[in-house]
T-cell receptor, first 118, second 114 residues
Framework: AQTVTQSQPEMSVQEAETVTLSCTYD???????LFWYKQPPSRQMILVIRQEAYKQQNATENRFSVNFQKAAKSFSLKISDSQLGDTAMYFC???????????????FGKGTRLHILP | DAGVIQSPRHEVTEMGQEVTLRCKPI?????LFWYRQTMMRGLELLIYFNNNVPIDDSGMPEDRFSAKMPNASFSTLKIQPSEPRDSAVYFC????????????FGSGTQLSVL
């Protein structure tokens, strides 16, 4: 079974600083997807960034980027020039690449609560 | 599109009562997921459907929980009888295979069982 671990329950950084959120996962699969989802105080879950395991290049979306280390099974999220609106719970998630077994479920970590301080 | 619609947004009930949570996925999406969020356990997958068929219900806590998807535009999650430990936020999310794991979540139902 796949597992996703986020070892930082809570973090705080000053506005405009760079922050890195950690995520490790465990799987025997060779091809899969990894995600970071954001849950602001409004409770609405939003996809921030996605990485496909067969792609060596790290995904980036504006101020958000990942450091994907496949051998280490590590998938960290870097937020550059952090803004007050980045205050949220961040979830790391895993999904197998679609297979004949049709195991399409997406497994989430427990989340990291990030506070951006003015 | 209005997005994934869940109702009610808040539900307060007494222990032993039946609770029904409702979800309308985005039109055209053929996957529907039910998740439960608590402080202790994070976001847990309860069950998911593909083309209205339950594929994996291994996350459903016990027989008190049941989920149905009678058609492509509606799903329910029922708890009978409810217990205080069921208090949580319940999310519904939908997707389709072309989205490669991108889920569209509803706003969630905050359930409090007294």
């Amino acid at each position: 079974a796949q597992t996703v671990t986020q070892s930082q329950p809570e973090m705080s950084v000053q506005e405009a600083e760079t922050v890195t959120l950690s995520c490790t996962y465990d799987t025997s699969e060779s091809n899969y997807y990894l995600f970071w989802y954001k849950q602001p105080p409004s409770r609405q879950m939003i996809l921030v960034i996605r990485q496909e395991a067969y792609k060596q290049q790290n995904a980036t979306e504006n101020r958000f980027s990942v450091n994907f280390q496949k051998a280490a099974k590590s998938f960290s999220l870097k937020i550059s020039d952090s803004q007050l609106g980045d205050t949220a719970m961040y979830f790391c998630a895993f999904m197998k690449h679609r297979s004949m077994n049709r195991d399409d479920k997406i497994i989430f970590g427990k989340g990291t609560r990030l506070h951006i301080l003015p | 599109d209005a997005g994934v619609i869940q109702s009610p947004r808040h539900e307060v009930t007494e222990m032993g009562q039946e609770v029904t949570l409702r979800c309308k996925p985005i039109s055209g999406h053929d996957y529907l997921f039910w998740y439960r969020q608590t402080m202790m356990r994070g976001l847990e997958l309860l069950i998911y459907f593909n083309n209205n068929v339950p594929i994996d219900d291994s996350g459903m806590p016990e027989d008190r929980f049941s989920a149905k998807m009678p058609n492509a535009s509606f799903s329910t999650l029922k708890i009978q009888p409810s217990e205080p430990r069921d208090s949580a936020v319940y999310f519904c999310a939908s997707s389709f295979i072309g989205l490669r794991g991108k889920l569209f979540f509803g706003s969630g139902t905050q359930l409090s069982v007294l």
